[in-house]
């Protein structure tokens, strides 16, 4: 059991540093989603990548095992989905968080802590900035969400404001 977690571990580490070259080649990216390029030429070219990144034998086989049956352009939402089932299985839940302006590492362990309190287990905050916000934060978990921003906030009290006009 202990030998397949290690294993798990490796795959995931491999995968991510795929992920990491798909987003940073539009080379990549173009190999894997253009009709095209033929069956060989995808499962030559990502054999190369995956031997040359020495990733581990049962990634470099699902590799070639999705370029055979053409599925290579479904591979970034295969490696999601990966993560997605690995962190469930771990026990950690997936958080959301759109801030209007970058936190500070102190800002983010902070909210990391209380979405765990919160939450009752550990959590992994995937945060971005959006500055059409304003201020305050959008954190989502799940299904919930929760919008605090001062976007929301001037929307909420403008709606109030035409309804009591009309209602004058």
């Known amino acids: 059991m202990a030998t ?11 995968l991510r540093e795929l992920q990491n070259m798909i987003d940073s080649s539009a080379d990549l990216q173009s190999l894997l989603e ?8 995808q499962q030559k070219a990502l054999q190369a ?4 990144a020495g990733f581990q034998k049962l990634t470099s086989q699902f590799i070639g095992v999705l370029a055979e049956n053409r599925r290579l352009a479904a591979l970034p939402a295969i490696i999601a989905a990966f993560n997605d089932e690995l962190t469930k299985s ?8 759109e801030t209007a302006y970058v936190l500070t590492p ?14 009752g287990s550990n959590v992994t905050l995937n945060v971005s900035v959006n500055k059409d916000l304003l ?21 909420r009290l403008r709606r109030a404001m035409n309804a009591g006009e009309k209602a004058a």
């Open 4 to 14: 397949d977690l290690k294993v798990i571990d490796k795959v995931e580490k491999d």
């Open 34 to 41: 253009n009709p095209l390029v033929n069956r060989d030429q």
């Open 49 to 52: 990548i995956a031997s040359k």
């Open 90 to 97: 771990r026990g950690v839940v997936q958080a959301k968080v």
């Open 106 to 119: 102190a800002q983010t362990k902070q909210l990391e802590e209380q979405l765990a309190a919160a939450m």
């Open 135 to 155: 201020g305050g934060m959008i954190v989502t978990v799940g299904s919930r969400m929760v919008d605090d921003s001062v976007k929301r906030k001037l929307e």
